[in-house]
């Protein structure tokens, strides 16, 4: 990731914001609008391109013209690029994690610290698939991508200070940056406990209902544990309290995690009490 930031020049930046800002409206954004945009002519742009996808930062498309659309790769240098400029990361650390929808670093922050990069990639292998493409028409997987990040973000801002979630540091194209929590899955630790973190879990849940947003996939895997506390983690797919679909993702999270301390700690709790406390029902 690094070495291929290095390999970016000014023209290259250009290129990548032309091909961000225009990738809304166009699967492969034409060379001629890159051209506009950056004041460079199609040929040098054409150049550039081919040195680009050849790094693979961008995937290049001949139809009636030249057209270019970001790899996941490419999405995420472009975004580290613009986290790095306005000073949210400044050094980017290992891979703390690798999922099938997100590539996760730690990072340094001057401001912040130690943080946490992630780099959605929503729709990237999977995009063909038919459901999706009926779904989101010819939009290309970049903008799932981003619109998951962005969602992420904006559950976090909303929810920090509220409900005990990770500090939003920064959003930029893929990639959400929150300040690092030194605390483990709880899928990964034997808690002594199992009542008392259950319980904080669960008051969780009712902070975050309380203020407007159903999380859409808890489980064992997105809390994180530690002697302090928990943390609820991995929002892309947090809706509304308004959504239609709200009351049936909530009842999935409570019976996601009611089930995981059934089967670790035979520990046992009523859904509909649970659902009634969480609501604020009783
Ligand atoms: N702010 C954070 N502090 C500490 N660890 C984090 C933080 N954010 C993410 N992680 C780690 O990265 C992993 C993946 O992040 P997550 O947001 O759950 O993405 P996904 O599960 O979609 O890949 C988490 O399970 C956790 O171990
Ligand atoms: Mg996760």
Not at 129 to 144: A, F, I, N, P, Q
Not at 247 to 257: A, F, H, M, T
Request: glycine share 6%; with cysteine; hydrophobic share 40%.
């Amino acid at each position: 990731m690094i070495e291929l930031y290095r390999g970016l020049d000014r023209k290259d930046e250009c290129i990548l914001n032309a091909i961000f800002d225009n990738m809304w409206d166009f699967e492969y954004v034409p060379v001629h609008a890159i051209a506009r945009e950056c004041g460079i002519s199609e040929e040098k742009i054409e150049l550039a391109l081919k040195k680009l996808g050849g790094m693979r930062i961008t995937e290049n498309k001949y139809t009636e013209y030249l057209g270019a659309s970001f790899t996941f790769k490419g999405l995420s240098v472009f975004s580290l690029k613009r986290l790095v400029n306005k000073n949210a990361v400044s050094m980017l650390g290992n891979i703390m994690g690798e999922g099938k929808e997100s590539v996760v670093y730690n990072a340094m922050s001057e401001r912040y610290g130690e943080v946490v990069v992630k780099f959605h990639r929503v729709g990237y292998p999977s995009f063909k698939k038919v459901k999706e493409k009926r779904d989101y028409g010819s939009l290309h997987y970049t903008v799932l991508t981003v619109r998951s990040a962005k969602r992420e973000y904006n559950a976090l801002k909303k929810l920090y200070g509220y409900a005990s979630v990770p500090q939003p540091v920064a959003w930029e194209g893929n990639a959400v940056v929150t300040r690092l929590i030194d605390a483990k899955e709880l899928f990964r630790v034997k808690i002594s406990n199992p009542g008392d973190v259950l319980d904080m879990i669960l008051e969780e849940i009712k902070k975050m209902y309380a203020r407007g947003i159903i999380h859409g996939d808890l489980s064992q895997f997105n809390i994180l544990v530690n002697s302090d506390g928990v943390w609820i983690i991995d929002f892309p797919q947090s809706v509304d309290t308004k959504d239609p679909m709200a009351q049936e993702y909530l009842e999935r999270d409570v019976k996601n995690v009611l089930d995981y301390f059934e089967r670790t700690y035979r520990l046992k709790k009523d859904l509909k009490e649970v659902m009634k406390y969480i609501k604020d029902e009783t």
